[in-house]
């Protein structure tokens, strides 16, 4: 199975997500439902590995705590837009979450992630085509969300297919004081 560890948005945070999703050629737009933020991508594991990285995420102790989203971004792969995406306010309790669930998977028998967390939600993909971000950007650049609390964060298999990927929660873990 294909694992991620996330963040599951309100309702409201979707819709207002999807507004900004068109004005953009050749964008594969990512659905409301499908919309999240990964706080730690797994890759592929068995069923004894996805167990003791349950068992893991149900240990964590991090208090809730509100996120704000924040701008439009974008990543690019050698001069070439592959993904753009919501930023995600700065936050220090976020990033002691995602660390939390960072050494979870380690202790659990994963390997370090190797690329830093940049805290966003994926709007749409893009092949390889070269676009212009200009008149997007000045359009929707300014996106903001009111607060919304983090109340849970989710362990979700993803399942590739024709019409993207479809994720499906498979546990919740509550956030909790200490």
């Not at 964008?27 to 996805?50: K, S």
């Not at 002691?96 to 830093?116: M, S, T």
């Not at 996106?143 to 990927?165: D, K, M, N």
Request: proline letters at 5%; charged letters at 20%.
């Amino acid at each position: 199975m294909r694992l991620f560890v996330g963040i599951s948005l309100p309702a409201d945070i979707r819709l207002s997500l999807a507004t900004l999703c068109s004005g953009l050629a050749g964008a594969r737009w990512v659905t409301p439902e499908n919309m999240h933020m990964t706080l730690r991508f797994i890759g592929d594991a068995d069923g004894g590995m996805a167990e003791d990285l349950d068992a893991e995420l149900s240990g964590i102790q991090v208090p809730e705590f509100d996120i704000k989203l924040t701008g439009i971004g974008s990543f690019s792969k050698r001069s070439r837009l592959r993904a753009v995406w919501a930023g995600v306010e700065t936050n220090a309790a976020l990033i002691h979450l995602q660390r939390k669930i960072e050494q979870a998977a380690v202790r659990a028998g994963f390997p370090p992630e190797g690329r830093k967390f940049t805290p966003h939600i994926t709007l749409a993909r893009f092949k390889t085509q070269q676009i212009d971000l200009g008149d997007y950007l000045e359009a929707n650049g300014a996106f903001s969300s009111a607060p919304f609390p983090l109340e849970a964060v989710t362990l979700f298999e993803s399942h590739l297919g024709h019409g993207g990927s479809h994720y499906v929660a498979l546990n919740d873990y509550p956030l909790r004081g200490i």
